[in-house]
């Protein structure tokens, strides 16, 4: 069983940054692909960025509409994932959630992964 807790959200204005952070439990956090996720009212919750950890390293990847802006990392020892969101826009306004899986197909589709978190809320005033 795993647990995740998000932080770091808040309401900020358009071109700021936020940097999210979950902190997962478990021994076994380095096995699994994290990724995060939004939801913005009435809408589907929306693939957002996902890493992955090999004995080879990460690798990561982002939706369109953030590449070049948010940035996925992962620290094993903490067991935590981190998304440094820079540039925001008030699109990115949305419940972020973090999740882990070991994702078998694509990392953007939600039923890949098992675990989730509450969300945080960030809202990007324009």
């Known amino acids: 069983q795993v647990q995740l807790v998000e932080s770091g959200g808040g309401l900020v204005q358009a071109g700021d940054s936020l940097r999210l952070s979950c902190a997962a439990s478990?021994?076994?956090?380095?096995?699994?692909?994290m990724g995060w996720f939004r939801q913005a009212p009435g809408k589907v919750r929306a693939f957002v960025a996902a890493?992955?950890?090999?004995?080879?390293?990460?690798?990561?990847f982002y939706t369109d509409s953030v590449k070049g802006r948010f940035t996925i990392s992962r620290d094993n020892a903490k067991n935590t994932v981190y998304l440094q969101m820079n540039s925001l826009k008030p699109e990115d306004t949305a419940v972020y959630y973090c999740?882990?899986?070991?994702?078998?197909?694509?990392?953007?589709?939600?039923?890949?992964?098992?675990?989730w978190g509450q969300g945080t809320q960030v809202t990007v005033s324009s």
């Open positions: 999740a882990a899986g070991w994702v078998a197909g694509s990392l953007a589709s939600r039923e890949g992964y098992e675990y």
């Open positions: 478990g021994r076994t956090f380095s096995s699994y692909t």
């Open positions: 890493i992955t950890w090999s004995t080879s390293g990460s690798r990561t």
